[in-house]
Every structure is written in structure tokens, then in C-alpha cells.
């Protein structure tokens, strides 16, 4: 069998994570910082692209992971067009796009551009991108809202998803696109995916304000007593926006975002912060249920990812809601590098097809 080297690199907002893998294996993992007075230089997300890669190069060389004997470089997706799940080549309509994205600034629209810098002197080395936040394959029914001024739209941790179910489909000698499966990422937000024979048909957006509520997302919310807020001249769009994602769930409720912390409060017997973590799992539960009924009632497993997953006691509250539906499995945490290195391999070894971004 071939052995392949995957730079798999995770631009975030004040960090960047970069790993080298050979086949399945990681041989090298550093999470570079970056100061909030580097950052501070330059007028965009998208213009730090250079002084990431600058780094990324300079930690590499004092690793001793040579540059150039990598066989595919994979970045972390960003805030591209709406697109099916795969593996795009990063091309000048992705670059475009990346630069200014149609769906706004974030951190992540850095892993396209960075990737691309690096192959530049490279030989027949390909720059990708693998299922961004922004992966779209819900059915046509389920984008109607209830009014024609709205739509749903699938915004959710595709990668993380994606590769989870993979990983069950394996561990059962399955094919992912054989199963029929409700997975789960309990994060900072929080998605709940029906995946349909290797196709997300329905999730709630995990970003701005559907679903289950988060450490730090209101999920969603009663729409006449919104309306009335904000309506109300109590607060300026940008206040409301920011109360629905990042200060929402337990920041609203318990003033921290640290879900650990809020396991440890309950624990020590904080009757409220118990309560309230009962309430984000019966949510996340109901949206299992839901998923449930979009794939006809047909599930082969309900699986548990993200940090979140390591709260047994959060896992085993939603599990007794929903286990009659089908079996539940927990994998804890969440690897992205991992998933990308697994992607770009894929591609390597001809499994998948790599997708054309337009």
C-alpha cells in the first residue's frame, strides 16, 4: 500500500492548526498561537493569509516535515456557496469567493487560501477544502419555513458529522451511503443531522438561531415574543444578532460559555446550572426525535460527537429519551484533523472523486 503524507491545516480566529499525517497516521500536530497584536496589522480575515502560511512554513522546517514531500494539502472549508458534501479543489472561483465570502468573514475562509499558497511551489501538489460549515443537501421540503419571505438553510458541522458517521459505518462494516443515520455535534453550537444514505436531508442551522440552544446560541426562539424584542427598541440589530449567537444559552442563563464548568457546578450542586443542562439535552433530544421522523421512523444509529459528548451524565439524559428509536454510540470530542487527513486520503486513493467548486 502506498504511504501518503496529508498537511492538513484549521486557520482559527487566533490560532492555527496544522498536522502532517502518513496514511492514517499523524506524525506531527502543533496548534500555532497567533497575538492579538499580529492580527491587529492586517484590515481583514483574508489578508493574514501570508503571515499564517509564514508560520505554518517555519514550524514545519524546525519539525523537520519537509514542505515537499507532501502528497495533497487539505484546509479547513469556510463560508464558500452553498455546496454538496465532498472534496473541492481549491480554484479561482473558490479563491474568489473565499476573499469575500457570500456568507460573511470567519476564521475558517483562511483554510482554502492557505492551501493554496502552499502548493504554489509544489510540484503536482493540489490545494482542497473538505466539507465546509455550509455543506447543502437538505430536500427541497425542507427548506420551507411557513412564509415565502423565509428559508431554511443547512449551516452545521458538516466535517465532524461526515466523518463520525463514517467512522460508525466502518466500525460495522457498512458503507456510510448504505445507512441511515441521526448524528450529533455538541459543541459551542449545536447540530442534528438526519443523514439519509450518505446525504444530510435535514439539519437545524447551528449558527444564527434553530434548533437546540447551546453553550452560547439561543437555538430557537419564540417568534411573536422576538418580534416584539425587537420591535421593542430595547436593542440595535447588532446587540439582538450577537444575543442569539454567542451570548445565548448558557451565557444567558449561567454567564459562562465553559460547558465543563457548568458540568462541575451541577455536580457540586448548583441546582440551576443542573436544570438548565437538562434543558439543552431534553432540546437536543426533541431534534433527535424530529430527525427520527424525517427518515421514516429507519435509523441504524444515533451518534453522540463533540466536547459536550464527554458529559456522561448529559449523554445518558438525552439516550433514555431516545433510545427506543435506535441504538445510541458516543464518540467524545471531535478530531477535524483528523477528518481532513482522512478526506484528502480518500482523494489520494482514488475512493472519492474530487468535486469542482463553481
Same mark, same amino acid.
Request: glycine share 8%; hydrophobic share 40%; with cysteine.
Given at each position: 500500500?502506498?504511504?501518503?503524507?496529508?498537511?492538513?491545516?484549521?486557520?482559527?480566529?487566533?490560532?492555527?492548526?496544522?498536522?502532517?499525517?502518513?496514511?492514517?497516521?499523524?506524525?506531527?500536530?502543533?496548534?500555532?498561537?497567533?497575538?492579538?497584536?499580529?492580527?491587529?496589522?492586517?484590515?481583514?480575515?483574508?489578508?493574514?493569509?501570508?503571515?499564517?502560511?509564514?508560520?505554518?512554513?517555519?514550524?514545519?522546517?524546525?519539525?523537520?516535515?519537509?514542505?515537499?514531500?507532501?502528497?495533497?494539502?487539505?484546509?479547513?472549508?469556510?463560508?464558500?456557496?452553498?455546496?454538496?458534501?465532498?472534496?473541492?479543489?481549491?480554484?479561482?472561483?473558490?479563491?474568489?469567493?473565499?476573499?469575500?465570502?457570500?456568507?460573511?468573514?470567519?476564521?475558517?475562509?483562511?483554510?482554502?487560501?492557505?492551501?493554496?499558497?502552499?502548493?504554489?511551489?509544489?510540484?503536482?501538489?493540489?490545494?482542497?477544502?473538505?466539507?465546509?460549515?455550509?455543506?447543502?443537501?437538505?430536500?427541497?421540503?425542507?427548506?420551507?419555513?411557513?412564509?415565502?419571505?423565509?428559508?431554511?438553510?443547512?449551516?452545521?458541522?458538516?466535517?465532524?458529522?461526515? *466523518?463520525? &458517521?463514517?467512522?460508525? =459505518?466502518? #466500525? !460495522?462494516? $457498512?458503507?456510510?451511503?448504505? %445507512?441511515?443515520? @441521526? +448524528?450529533?455535534?455538541?459543541?459551542?453550537?449545536?447540530?442534528?443531522?438526519?443523514?439519509?444514505?450518505?446525504?444530510?436531508?435535514?439539519?437545524?442551522?447551528?449558527?444564527?438561531?434553530?434548533?437546540?440552544?447551546?453553550?452560547?446560541?439561543?437555538?430557537?426562539?419564540?417568534?411573536?415574543?422576538?418580534?416584539?424584542?425587537?420591535?421593542?427598541?430595547?436593542?440595535?440589530?447588532?446587540?439582538?444578532?450577537?444575543?442569539?449567537?454567542?451570548?445565548?444559552?448558557?451565557?444567558?442563563?449561567?454567564?459562562?460559555?465553559?460547558?465543563?464548568?457548568?458540568?462541575?457546578?451541577?455536580?457540586?450542586?448548583?441546582?440551576?446550572?443542573?436544570?438548565?443542562?437538562? *434543558?439543552? &439535552?431534553?432540546?437536543? =433530544?426533541? #431534534? !433527535?426525535? $424530529?430527525?427520527?421522523?424525517? %427518515?421514516?421512523? @429507519? +435509523?441504524?444509529?444515533?451518534?453522540?460527537?463533540?466536547?459536550?459528548?464527554?458529559?456522561?451524565?448529559?449523554?445518558?439524559?438525552?439516550?433514555?429519551?431516545?433510545?427506543?428509536?435506535?441504538?445510541?454510540?458516543?464518540?467524545?470530542?471531535?478530531?477535524?484533523?483528523?477528518?481532513?487527513?482522512?478526506?484528502?486520503?480518500?482523494?489520494?486513493?482514488?475512493?472519492?472523486?474530487?468535486?469542482?467548486?463553481?
Amino acid at each position: 500500500m502506498n504511504k501518503y503524507r496529508i498537511l492538513a491545516v484549521n486557520p482559527g480566529s487566533t490560532s492555527t492548526k496544522i498536522a502532517v499525517y502518513e496514511n492514517e497516521t499523524n506524525v506531527f500536530l502543533k496548534n500555532i498561537k497567533h497575538t492579538a497584536d499580529e492580527l491587529a496589522e492586517f484590515k481583514d480575515i483574508a489578508s493574514q493569509d501570508n503571515f499564517r502560511k509564514s508560520a505554518i512554513l517555519r514550524e514545519l522546517k524546525e519539525a523537520g516535515q519537509d514542505i515537499n514531500t507532501m502528497d495533497i494539502v487539505v484546509g479547513r472549508g469556510g463560508l464558500v456557496k452553498f455546496i454538496p458534501s465532498g472534496v473541492y479543489q481549491v480554484n479561482e472561483a473558490m479563491i474568489r469567493d473565499l476573499h469575500k465570502s457570500p456568507m460573511g468573514e470567519h476564521a475558517s475562509n483562511l483554510g482554502g487560501l492557505i492551501a493554496h499558497d502552499l502548493v504554489q511551489s509544489m510540484n503536482n501538489v493540489k490545494a482542497y477544502i473538505a466539507d465546509p460549515v455550509v455543506v447543502d443537501e437538505l430536500e427541497d421540503i425542507a427548506r420551507i419555513t411557513g412564509h415565502p419571505n423565509f428559508e431554511r438553510v443547512s449551516i452545521f458541522h458538516a466535517l465532524n458529522q461526515k *466523518a463520525i &458517521a463514517r467512522k460508525f =459505518a466502518s #466500525e !460495522i462494516d $457498512a458503507k456510510y451511503e448504505n %445507512l441511515n443515520l @441521526i +448524528v450529533v455535534h455538541l459543541g459551542g453550537g449545536i447540530s442534528v443531522g438526519a443523514h439519509l444514505q450518505g446525504k444530510v436531508i435535514d439539519v437545524n442551522n447551528a449558527l444564527n438561531g434553530e434548533g437546540p440552544f447551546s453553550p452560547e446560541r439561543t437555538g430557537t426562539l419564540p417568534a411573536w415574543q422576538l418580534a416584539d424584542y425587537c420591535l421593542s427598541g430595547k436593542a440595535e440589530k447588532s446587540v439582538i444578532k450577537k444575543m442569539i449567537t454567542g451570548k445565548g444559552g448558557f451565557v444567558a442563563y449561567l454567564n459562562t460559555n465553559d460547558a465543563y464548568e457548568v458540568e462541575m457546578r451541577a455536580k457540586e450542586g448548583d441546582e440551576k446550572a443542573q436544570f438548565i443542562s437538562d *434543558a439543552m &439535552a431534553y432540546q437536543v =433530544a426533541k #431534534e !433527535i426525535g $424530529a430527525m427520527a421522523t424525517v %427518515l421514516k421512523g @429507519i +435509523v441504524d444509529g444515533i451518534l453522540l460527537t463533540g466536547g459536550i459528548a464527554y458529559n456522561k451524565q448529559f449523554c445518558s439524559f438525552i439516550e433514555q429519551m431516545v433510545s427506543f428509536i435506535a441504538p445510541v454510540k458516543v464518540y467524545a470530542g471531535e478530531d477535524e484533523m483528523m477528518a481532513l487527513a482522512l478526506n484528502g486520503l480518500m482523494v489520494l486513493r482514488g475512493e472519492i472523486e474530487e468535486k469542482v467548486y463553481k
